[in-house]
């Protein structure tokens, strides 16, 4: 599975200059967690930085800045990691670790931005992928008690009493 395949391609920008108010407005009309900084140049809109959600908590409103006059590029990480779409989830989960980040910038081959993943993600396909495997084991379980001749038992067990255990010799 490869990154382009889970990331969100609904990419939710704002210029360098907005406050950190208008970022957090933002973040909740769109319901995203981060936004693409970008400064507007002659060729185009240009990615500075990312926002998160986090960094308004912990970097602004945790420190007392006043968020209606502080901008959000003095609050954006301009330290850009980004991974490829074709990149499979190790080489993401790696960038994550390696730059110690939630998100990561996605880009084409021509090095656009085409997306955002953030560790939300990366969790929902590797818990995809493990279901997957826990149906596996499940249907070769349905497969062997159906080839075999040997009939489920008719008779409930009798209930087992298991004796009360203190907590004070137990251990994990």
Known sequence: MNIGSICQRRLVTIERTNSLAQAATLMRERHVGALVVTTSTAEGPRVDGVVTDRDLVVGALAEGLDAASVTVGSLA?????????????????????????????????????????????????????????????????????????VAPEEAPAPPLRVPAIGTAGWRP
């Open 77 to 149: 990480s301009e330290r850009l990691v980004s991974v490829n779409e074709l990149d499979d989830l190790g080489d993401a989960v790696a960038a994550m670790q390696a730059s110690g980040v939630r998100r990561l910038l996605v880009t084409d081959d021509e090095a656009q931005l085409v997306g955002i993943v953030s560790l939300d993600d990366l969790l929902a396909a590797y818990a995809t992928e493990i279901d997957g495997l826990a149906k596996v084991i499940r249907s070769g379980i349905d497969r062997e008690v159906a080839e075999t001749d």
